[in-house]
T-cell receptor, first 113, second 113 residues
Framework: AQSVTQLGSHVSVSEGALVLLRCNYSSSVPPYLFWYVQYPNQGLQLLLKYTTGATLVKGINGFEAEFKKSETSFHLTKPSAHMSDAAEYFCAVSAKRNNDMRFGAGTRLTVKP | DAMVIQNPRYQVTQFGKPVTLSCSQT?????MYWYQQKSSQAPKLLFH???????NEADTPDNFQSRRPNTSFCFLDIRSPGLGDAAMYLC????????????FGPGTRLTVL
């Protein structure tokens, strides 16, 4: 079974500052890892995903994440926060041969002017 | 554009009055999911269809049922909504074997009076 832990239910940064949202996973098999963003009253939108290959993955809106197997982590970063980045972010894990995706509890990002 | 569509976006029902939420997709994905998401929480998987095979999560109340008449459509039926069923309901799809990446609809926000 897979699971995800997101450290920090709320993160607040200033506009232009680095964004770092933390995600650690647990999986008994090689994981597939995802970051989704959710704006108020909307569905989840995929930011980026790691499946195989290069461990540094780039996504939309300037976000990127690095898969670190030794640390079982998949932290999300963005060099410079924008006001439009304020949203809820979910890390998720799945694995081959099942249809399940397990979500973390989410991190609400606030961007201060 | 290929997408996941949910209707209605907002649904108000009365305590105990059956309600049906609709999801359709143009992605031709063989897996469809229903999630319940309460305020400031992660999406909680209720059930999913792998083609016509129905897979219920162990802790999904019997009050929640689902139908998938064809590949494109999936319905969520709440037989007797209680106040605790007020939530955002998210439909998602994936293509089996495609790293389980899920594509989400915009959600239906259910209010129970």
């Amino acid at each position: 079974a897979q699971s995800v832990t997101q450290l920090g239910s709320h993160v607040s940064v200033s506009e232009g500052a680095l964004v770092l949202l933390r995600c650690n996973y647990s999986s008994s098999v090689p994981p597939y890892l995802f970051w989704y963003v959710q704006y108020p009253n909307q569905g989840l939108q995929l930011l980026l995903k790691y499946t195989t290959g290069a461990t540094l993955v780039k996504g939309i809106n300037g976000f990127e994440a690095e898969f670190k197997k030794s640390e079982t982590s998949f932290h999300l970063t963005k060099p410079s926060a924008h006001m439009s980045d304020a949203a809820e972010y979910f890390c998720a894990v799945s694995a081959k041969r099942n249809n399940d995706m397990r979500f973390g509890a989410g991190t609400r990002l606030t961007v201060k002017p | 554009d290929a997408m996941v569509i949910q209707n209605p976006r907002y649904q108000v029902t009365q305590f105990g009055k059956p309600v049906t939420l609709s999801c359709s997709q143009t992605l031709n994905h063989n897996v469809m999911y229903w999630y319940q998401q309460k305020s400031s929480q992660a999406p909680k998987l209720l059930f999913h269809y792998y083609d016509k095979d129905f897979n219920n999560e162990a802790d999904t109340p019997d009050n929640f049922q689902s139908r998938r008449p064809n590949t494109s459509f999936c319905f969520l039926d709440i037989r007797s909504p209680g106040l605790g069923d007020a939530a955002m309901y998210l439909c998602a799809t994936s293509r089996a074997g495609d790293y389980n990446e899920q594509f989400f609809g915009p959600g239906t926000r259910l209010t129970v009076l």
